[in-house]
């Protein structure tokens, strides 16, 4: 008899959020991915167009699309700026609008910038062990507020999708700055 193949779960470190085992996949932002994304285009201009910003590692069980399926993934963002902005994710709308999500900080310092499609911004500030719910139709976008690596691991629905175009289009109404050494949310003239 033939024994049962041993299948290797992933494997979170709980130390750094790093996910390990066959199947994850993982993709990485460099300056020169965002343009258009930073308000001050020639403090980007200074900056490594080859320097890592972000990196996602993500489990998908299920095909992208499919009804019912969640999705793991772990974010590390780097310590820096832009400006006078953190750095941060591109973020999104879930395509499917209704699509919520869970973040969960791992290490560092951030926050979690959320704009309704009324275009209200409002954020969280994200540290070790906080938990945040990102509700349906809420675009989302996270920023390393901090000195160190920020990581976060996430759950999300395997047909919630990416629209990242309507937030490359108009962008998020307010901008997470750095007022007086204090991140603080400036409105977008
Ligand atoms: C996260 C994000 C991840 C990177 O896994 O995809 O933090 O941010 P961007 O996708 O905006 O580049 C998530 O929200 N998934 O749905
Ligand atoms: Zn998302």
């Not at 130390?15 to 285009?41: N, Q, Y």
């Not at 507020?145 to 919630?160: E, I, K, M, Q, R």
Request: net charge negative.
């Amino acid at each position: 008899m033939t024994p049962p193949a041993i299948v290797l779960l992933p494997h979170v470190d709980f130390d750094t959020g790093t996910l390990r085992g066959s199947g994850i996949e993982t993709a990485v932002r460099t300056i020169a991915d965002l343009k258009g994304i930073f308000r001050d285009a020639r403090a980007l201009e200074t900056l490594d167009p080859k320097a890592v910003v972000y990196r996602v590692e993500a489990y998908a069980p299920v095909a992208e699309g499919t009804e019912g399926g969640l999705f793991w993934g772990a974010t590390f963002i780097e310590p820096g700026m832009v400006g006078d902005e953190y750095f941060m994710t591109k973020g999104h709308f879930h395509a499917r609008r209704n699509r919520g999500e869970y973040y969960v900080t791992v290490a560092g310092e951030g926050a979690l910038i959320l704009m309704d499609e009324a275009r209200q911004t409002r954020f969280e500030a994200m540290s070790p062990g906080s938990v945040h719910y990102i509700p349906g139709h809420t675009a989302h976008r996270t920023a390393n507020t901090g000195n160190a690596v920020l990581s976060f691991v996430a759950c999300w629905p395997s047909d919630a999708g990416h629209d990242y175009e309507t937030i490359a289009a108009r962008g998020f109404s307010a901008r997470l700055r750095n007022v007086a050494g204090v991140p603080a949310l400036v409105e977008e003239a």
